[in-house]
């Protein structure tokens, strides 16, 4: 398995602003993925960050409403700009890791834009 | 394309009874197939896999699920419920490369005393 820590574990913030969510992980890992679970509803692939090269986003998702990092093999960071309401939702990151690279989810990070 | 079809978004079964979750998937490619638990105000965690090896899949916590091809069907069952069992399952489905998993929409499993 991987131990996979976010921060924050959640946060209120206001519409307009950006908020920048971490992910670690407690290996070197080569792909990582950022996910959306938004309220009552099941989980959406945002983007594919591998490192050293510029995340894949999914239909969808643009990179300049949800910029990702990736400077090494076991950090990266998702950031939520210009929030919304609508933007209220868990997102969560993972790892893929294993013999049949299943994939390892971060605790999340609850986000409330108010 | 891949994607999969959880048919119930609630199931509520006694205690000590068998839990059978449904999942239909489609997939262009042989799937892989995945089924996750959350429980209320925690992570995802991994129950089980199917990776083109056994066609019947045993997981953790007495879970199993069986592949069947000509079904196109990947359900999750368990022979005895227990009250700890209470919590959203996913089925979810990935590519061929691994790379992107799909998830279903999630069935919520209510065990009653």
């Known amino acids: 398995s991987a131990v996979i820590s976010q921060k924050p574990s959640r946060d209120i913030c206001q519409r307009g602003t950006s908020l920048t969510i971490q992910c670690q992980v407690d290996?070197?890992?080569?792909?990582m993925f950022w996910y959306r679970q938004q309220p009552g509803q099941s989980l959406t692939l945002i983007a594919t960050?591998?490192?050293?090269?510029?995340?894949?986003?999914e239909s969808g998702f643009v990179i300049d409403k949800f910029p990702i990092s990736r400077p090494n093999l076991t950090f990266s960071t998702l950031t939520v700009s210009n929030m919304s309401p609508e933007d209220s939702s868990i997102y969560l990151c993972?790892?893929?890791?294993?013999?049949?690279?299943?994939?390892?989810f971060g605790p999340g990070t609850r986000l409330t834009v108010t | 394309a891949q994607s999969v079809t959880q048919l119930d978004s609630h199931v509520s079964v006694s205690e000590g009874t068998p839990v059978l979750l449904r999942c239909n998937y489609s997939?262009?490619?042989?799937?892989?197939l995945f089924w996750y638990v959350q429980h209320p105000n925690k992570g995802l965690q991994l129950l089980l896999k199917y990776t083109s090896a056994a066609t019947l899949v045993k997981g953790i916590n007495g879970f199993e699920a069986e592949f069947k091809k000509s079904e196109t069907s990947f359900h999750l069952t368990k022979p005895s419920a227990h009250m700890s069992d209470a919590a959203e399952y996913f089925c979810?489905?990935?590519?061929?490369?691994?790379?992107?998993?799909?998830f279903g929409s999630g069935t919520k499993l209510n065990v009653k005393p």
């Open positions: 993972s790892v893929e890791r294993g013999p049949r690279n299943e994939q390892y």
């Open positions: 997939s262009s490619y042989s799937p892989s």
């Open positions: 979810v489905v990935s590519t061929y490369n691994f790379n992107k998993f799909y």
């Open positions: 960050a591998n490192q050293g090269s510029e995340a894949t986003y």
């Open positions: 290996s070197q890992v080569t792909m």
